[in-house]
C-alpha cells in the first residue's frame, strides 16, 4: 500500500523560510511524478510544484517561481519555501500519479498524504 506523510509545516513571518517534507513508503520515488499541492479552505486545491524523473524536470506554479525549490533523494521529497507571503498560507500536500508527466490537475493524481499546516503571519 501507498502511503505519504508530510511534515515540516508551522507558522513562519513574512520573510522566512520552511522546509517541508514527504516521506513515502510502498512506492519508488524513481517511477513516478512527485507534486506539492496546497489548499485553502473554500478554494480548489492547487498545484504548487512538480517533479518527474522522466526527464528530470520540474515545475513551478508562476506565484512561487524564484522562491520554492523542489528536491529528493531516495526516500524523501522536499519543498524548500524561502520569502514567504502570507498569501502562501495554506495546508500542504503531497501527491502522486502512476504516470511519468508532471500535471497540473489534482484529480490525476492516485495517492494523498494527509497534509501539513503553513502559516505565515506576522
Known amino acids: 500500500q501507498v502511503q505519504l506523510v508530510e511534515s515540516g509545516g508551522g507558522l513562519v513571518q513574512p520573510g522566512g523560510s520552511l522546509r517541508l517534507s514527504c516521506a513515502h513508503s510502498?512506492?519508488?520515488?524513481?517511477?513516478?511524478?512527485i507534486a506539492w499541492f496546497r489548499q485553502v479552505p473554500g478554494q480548489e486545491r492547487e498545484i504548487v510544484s512538480c517533479?518527474?524523473?522522466?526527464?528530470?524536470s520540474s515545475y513551478y506554479a508562476d506565484s512561487v517561481k524564484g522562491r520554492f525549490t523542489i528536491s529528493r533523494d531516495s526516500a524523501t521529497v522536499y519543498l524548500r519555501m524561502d520569502n514567504l507571503k502570507p498569501e502562501d498560507t495554506a495546508v500542504y500536500y503531497c501527491?502522486?500519479?502512476?504516470?511519468?508527466?508532471?500535471?497540473?490537475?489534482?484529480?490525476?493524481?492516485?495517492?494523498w498524504g494527509r497534509g501539513t499546516q503553513v502559516t505565515v503571519s506576522s
Open positions: 501527491a502522486t500519479q502512476f504516470g511519468k508527466m508532471c500535471l497540473t490537475s489534482p484529480d490525476i493524481y492516485d495517492v
Open positions: 510502498g512506492i519508488t520515488w524513481d517511477d513516478y511524478p
Open positions: 517533479y518527474t524523473t522522466t526527464d528530470g
